[in-house]
């Protein structure tokens, strides 16, 4: 298990955004995470990435707890994450963006920035830039590169924002409906993206509101409602869960 | 011939000032502070030079690293506020050190300090911290650090996730303002002869961000032009003397409505390169 949710619970003053949710994610594989808008998936998501501190509950990462570590501590040790609306540096060329997915990975500082006298570049600058050039080109963007982040259409920008999270090397890549406002064709797309990444021993864990984009690539599928965990499984499982069903649709009467 | 220089000297002195508020700025943090520093650092110096005899270079150095401390422990509360927040707690900073200027008998109290070491050379030593400072921000611009400090500015939460330690970018970018304001207050200290705390006050830190909000905050050449060009403009429109902090403004307003970016922006960087090949600018975007 690469990642294990152990009874997290989290409160935002009165209100329980999520209740004692377990979820198990096997490495290597591609594990959805779905439920009506409210569920609390994006909050889940913001737990593992540190960007929330739990109420309750523990998060463990490779087997370590990382239920206490800061956001920037669980970059390092291999978590990537995009967002739900795209968090590109806007001011920033595409290649500039995706370079930043290297800093945890690079250590140049400020003094061995300023204090040299060979004006060429750093060699771990040249290596960061073609690291990134090489992610960029896995996502198809190789052309951009030299586009302002902002400039692109939102298809694309997702795209970036991907290559930025893996140009951490990421073990565990945090995907926040990354399709949505994608037209048919740039899901599809993004489907075969997904199914690379993953090719490469990536553990994706996805957030999806697409449902044949989640049913269709997923190992796995749990499903949240009202901040609990309410159905677990294979997707043909999930698929006919009644309590899967009745939380998107209703109950029959 | 005199007056040239004079007014070259003060012009250099406000570009190390306008630069020093850039880089703190680049984060996110909008500082009010850069005055205090600059006195910090214009005392600092001359107390090392008058009281203790110790040569310009190094007094300058010590009145830049003093001020880098006090940056440093002021920079810690900064780092949970942001915004106008920032601001009311960088100007009730520099305030502080006015006020304890003006109450300190060793550095004369609100008499001021007389009697600094006259530099004759300041303009040499201004213009070639500007060049350090050209050097320094050109090679953070297509570095590890300054794209971190480009993205915290940007978008702090995305950077933290990629792995930016948020608190020690901010904290340094903080620190090294401040030191870089300490050694631009050093090099006045030693130009002017004498310094006073009024000389420092919230109104001279509101000076540098108009320069640099109004030169261009894309790019460090920004801050350098527009300190450049504010404090030129008043010796050759002498009316514009009197009415300095209107012109300040009107300038402001007007950039905000026709180019928010300012007067130097990445287009005119790219434009001029165009324009004149490898001269402005070095390889890459």
């Known amino acids: 298990m690469i990642l294990q949710i152990r009874d997290v619970t989290k409160f935002f003053d009165g209100f329980c955004a999520l209740n004692g949710v377990g979820i198990e994610v096997e490495k290597g594989r591609i594990h959805a995470v779905i439920g009506p808008n409210g569920a609390g998936k994006t909050t889940l998501f913001n737990l593992i990435n540190g960007m929330y501190e739990v109420t309750r509950g523990e998060i463990l990462f490779k087997g370590h707890s990382i239920t206490d570590m800061k956001p920037h501590v669980r970059a390092k040790h291999g978590i990537g994450r995009t967002f739900q609306i795209v968090h590109l540096f806007d001011v920033m060329t595409v290649l500039e963006n995706v370079m930043l997915g290297r800093h945890c990975k690079t250590k140049t500082g400020l003094l061995k920035t300023f204090f040299r006298f060979s004006t060429r570049e750093l060699p771990e600058e040249k290596q960061t830039r073609e690291i990134a050039m090489h992610w960029l080109e896995f996502v198809g963007l190789a052309d951009k590169a030299a586009q302002v982040a902002s400039s692109l259409p939102i298809g694309e920008q997702r795209c970036v924002e991907i290559a930025r999270a893996l140009a951490l090397e990421p073990e565990l890549l ?17 489907t075969s993206l997904i199914s690379k990444v993953n090719e490469m021993g990536i553990t994706v864990l996805l957030i999806e509101h697409n449902m044949e984009l989640a049913m269709g690539i997923s190992h796995v599928i749990s499903v949240l409602n009202f901040g609990e965990k309410i159905a677990e499984g294979v997707p043909p499982e999930v698929q006919v869960n009644p309590d899967v069903i009745e939380a998107y649709l209703g109950r029959k009467k | 011939m005199d007056y040239l220089i004079a007014v070259l000297t003060i012009a250099g002195i406000s570009i190390i000032m306008a630069l020093s508020f850039y880089l703190p700025f680049i984060t996110g943090q909008i500082s009010l502070a850069q005055a205090g ?22 007094a300058l150095v010590i009145g ?29 900073f520099g305030e502080i050190v006015r006020v304890a200027g003006i109450n300190i008998a060793y550095v004369g109290a609100a008499a001021g300090f007389p009697g600094i070491p006259y530099q004759k050379y300041s303009i040499v030593y201004a213009y070639a911290m500007v060049v350090i400072l050209v050097i320094f921000f050109h090679r953070l611009r ?11 500015g940007s978008d702090e939460t995305a950077a933290e ?44 830190g509101v000076e540098f961000i108009v320069f640099a909000i109004f030169g261009g905050i894309q790019i460090f050449w920004g801050p350098i032009f527009g300190a450049l060009f504010l404090t030129l403009l008043p010796e050759f429109l ?35 390169r165009k324009l004149f090949g490898k001269a402005v600018g070095r390889k890459g975007t």
Not at chain 2, 37 to 58: E, H, L, Q, R
Not at chain 2, 142 to 152: D, H, K, L, N, T
């Open chain 1, 174 to 190: 945090l995907l926040d409906e990354p399709a949505a406002g994608m037209n048919p064709k740039e899901t599809m797309d993004l």
């Open chain 2, 64 to 92: 830049g690293i003093f001020a880098g401390i006090v940056g440093f422990i002021l920079g810690i509360p900064a780092l949970r506020i942001k915004g106008i927040y920032l601001l009311l707690l960088t100007l009730g």
């Open chain 2, 37 to 58: 520093f600059m006195a910090i650092g214009a005392y600092g110096s001359a107390i090392c030079t008058v009281k203790f005899g110790i040569p310009y270079v190094p």
């Open chain 2, 142 to 152: 297509r570095s590890r650090v300054g794209r971190a400090f480009q993205a915290i």
């Open chain 2, 238 to 272: 002498r009316v514009i003397e009197h009415w300095r902090f209107e012109l300040y403004g009107a300038l402001l307003i007007l950039m905000m409505i026709i180019r928010p970016q300012g007067v130097i922006g990445l287009d005119t960087v790219h434009a001029l």
């Open chain 2, 161 to 204: 996730i990629l792995g930016v330690n948020i608190v020690s970018a901010k904290l340094l970018a903080f620190s090294v303002g401040a030191v870089i304001a300490g050694i631009g207050g050093g090099i006045f200290a030693h130009y002017a002869e004498y310094i006073e705390p009024l000389m420092f006050d919230v109104m001279h």
